[in-house]
């Protein structure tokens, strides 16, 4: 599929011809600029194209729970940015993208850093451009250190055009 460019988009194509070292922590700076709250959390992009995004945190103090463990708080932030900004790598630059529910199930206790994956098919991919006003559920997978899944996520995320019809 041939994906077409946004905003987001163009950013993660700029910071993709620095040096492998440097990606992450450039696209985490200037996407945590987009969203100020992500810079509080120690979240870092990791893999950032248009069907597959990857964030990570780290298990440290300052999002941990009272047992040590990432606080439930940090995971679903974790899947919501995910998910989110899959679909912000996708979204025509003339709509505005929202989170419209977020279903999160903690299964069991995490162990360690971890890592959210989400993927967007084509077939969504296109529903983003051909419609104007919609919805979709976005796949978010969390995995902690031993390879878990210690918490399911549901993220279905809508698009609005920017200016309402007159």
């Not at 077409?4 to 450039?26: E, F, H, T, Y």
Request: glycine share 6%; aromatic share 6%; charged share 25%.
């Amino acid at each position: 599929m041939d994906y077409q460019k946004n905003s987001m988009s163009r950013i993660a194509d700029k910071v993709g011809k620095l040096p492998v070292g440097l990606r992450s922590r450039v696209l985490s700076l200037l996407f945590g600029r987009l969203v100020p709250f992500l810079a509080t959390s120690g979240l870092r992009f990791e893999q950032v194209d248009h069907t597959r995004l990857t964030v990570s945190i780290r298990n440290q103090r300052k999002v941990q729970n009272h047992i040590k463990g990432v606080h439930a708080a940090a995971m679903a932030l974790l899947a919501e940015t995910a998910s989110g900004f899959v679909v912000g790598m996708n979204v025509p630059d003339d709509k505005l993208m929202l989170l419209k529910s977020m279903k999160v199930n903690y299964t069991k206790r995490s162990q360690g850093d971890m890592r959210a994956v989400a993927t967007l098919s084509d077939a969504q991919i296109r529903d983003l451009y051909h419609i104007d006003k919609g919805e979709t559920l976005v796949e978010v997978t969390v995995t902690d250190e031993s390879g878990e899944s210690p918490i399911q996520c549901e993220m279905v995320w809508a698009w609005i055009p920017k200016k309402r019809p007159q």
